[in-house]
Nanobody
Framework: QVQLVESGGGSVQAGGSLRLSCAAS????????RAWFRQAPGKEREGVAG????????FYVDSVKGRFTISRDNAKNTVYLQMNSLKPEDTAMYYC?????????????????WGQGTQVTVSS
């Protein structure tokens, strides 16, 4: 059974930084997309950053390019999201996702497994 556990959320002031972690267990595929999504109240879930484990290629939504970095620790089977220069509009619940079905990396329906989420709140 796949389990994804996020941690690292919290409250910061604008301009601050946070690092989110997503520890995985039970994953079947040796190569796969791992991704971070976020969802603010009243808004749709949005793909923030993706990482293809086969090539190491990364993907970002335009609004976080240059500020967020997705990375992976193979030994720990953990994916990280380093978030710098945080803005109030980054406030959301952040989720990690895995086990794609071949769809676009930024589409929530492309993933079968999800973590429980970790809250990020950025104050101005």
């Amino acid at each position: 059974q796949v389990q994804l556990v996020e941690s690292g959320g919290g409250s910061v002031q604008a301009g601050g930084s946070l690092r989110l972690s997503c520890a995985a267990s039970g994953l079947t595929y040796s190569t796969d997309f791992r991704a971070w999504f976020r969802q603010a109240p009243g808004k749709e879930r949005e793909g923030v950053a993706g990482f293809y484990t086969g090539t190491g290629r990364t993907f970002y939504v335009d609004s976080v390019k240059g500020r967020f970095t997705i990375s992976r620790d193979n030994a720990k089977n953990t994916v990280y999201l380093q978030m710098n220069s945080l803005k109030p509009e980054d406030t959301a619940m952040y989720y990690c996702a895995a086990e794609t079905n071949g769809g676009p990396w930024a589409r929530p329906g492309s993933y079968r497994s999800w973590g429980q989420g970790t809250q990020v709140t950025v104050s101005s």
